[in-house]
């Protein structure tokens, strides 16, 4: 991942089709009349560190078996908020276990794994798909198009696994 943005990659277009627009002048500041492109930084900033308390948050909590097959659950999914999210990741989950027999290919216990999920927040469940992705990022990064165990360390580190 780079550690710099080039000011070409920042002059992005907000259309209102997700509602983008509506996010960002609807989103509270602590100040009133903030300039947009410090609002959309802070906006930023503000997700990402959520993201990283919230991946803290849940650290640990799924095995690495489980872990594996999130990531092959949401290999192919494209995301949208207009879902919510748990009801996104249950239905995911349910659905690699009954299409594709993922449980069995991974080893997990699926009544476990569901009741996992079913226990964790909205926002939790945004970020146990965000760790999927993230996962899958690097596994382009790395250029594997299959799962296996020389990843094992990255995912521990993703998903917080001891």
């Given at each position: 991942?780079?550690?710099?943005?080039?000011?070409?990659?920042?002059?992005?277009?907000?259309?209102?089709?997700?509602?983008?627009?509506?996010?960002?002048?609807?989103?509270?500041?602590?100040?009133?009349?903030?300039?947009?492109?410090?609002?959309?930084?802070?906006?930023?900033?503000?997700?990402?560190?959520?993201?990283?308390?919230?991946?803290?948050e849940i650290a640990g909590?799924?095995?690495?078996?489980?872990?594996?097959?999130?990531?092959?659950?949401?290999?192919?999914?494209?995301?949208?908020?207009?879902?919510?999210?748990?009801?996104?990741?249950?239905?995911?989950?349910?659905?690699?276990?009954?299409?594709?027999?993922?449980?069995?290919?991974?080893?997990i216990d699926k009544e476990?794994?569901?009741?996992?999920?079913?226990?964790?927040?909205?926002?939790?469940?945004?970020?146990?798909?965000?760790?999927?992705?993230?996962?899958?990022?690097?596994?382009?990064?790395?250029?594997?198009?299959?799962?296996?165990?020389s990843c094992d360390e990255?995912?521990?580190?993703?998903?917080?696994?001891?």
């Amino acid at each position: 991942m780079k550690n710099t943005i080039d000011k070409k990659e920042l002059n992005i277009k907000i259309t209102d089709l997700n509602g983008g627009y509506k996010a960002i002048y609807e989103f509270p500041m602590e100040m009133r009349d903030v300039p947009i492109d410090f609002k959309v930084e802070q906006m930023l900033k503000i997700l990402n560190d959520c993201y990283d308390k919230t991946k803290n948050e849940i650290a640990g909590l799924f095995t690495i078996q489980e872990a594996w097959f999130l990531v092959a659950t949401f290999n192919s999914y494209l995301y949208t908020s207009q879902l919510c999210d748990k009801d996104v990741l249950l239905a995911n989950v349910e659905d690699a276990i009954i299409y594709e027999g993922l449980d069995q290919m991974f080893g997990i216990d699926k009544e476990q794994l569901l009741d996992k999920i079913d226990k964790l927040t909205e926002f939790q469940c945004f970020c146990v798909i965000r760790q999927a992705y993230e996962v899958r990022y690097l596994l382009n990064e790395k250029e594997k198009v299959i799962i296996d165990n020389s990843c094992d360390e990255d995912i521990k580190r993703i998903f917080g696994i001891k």
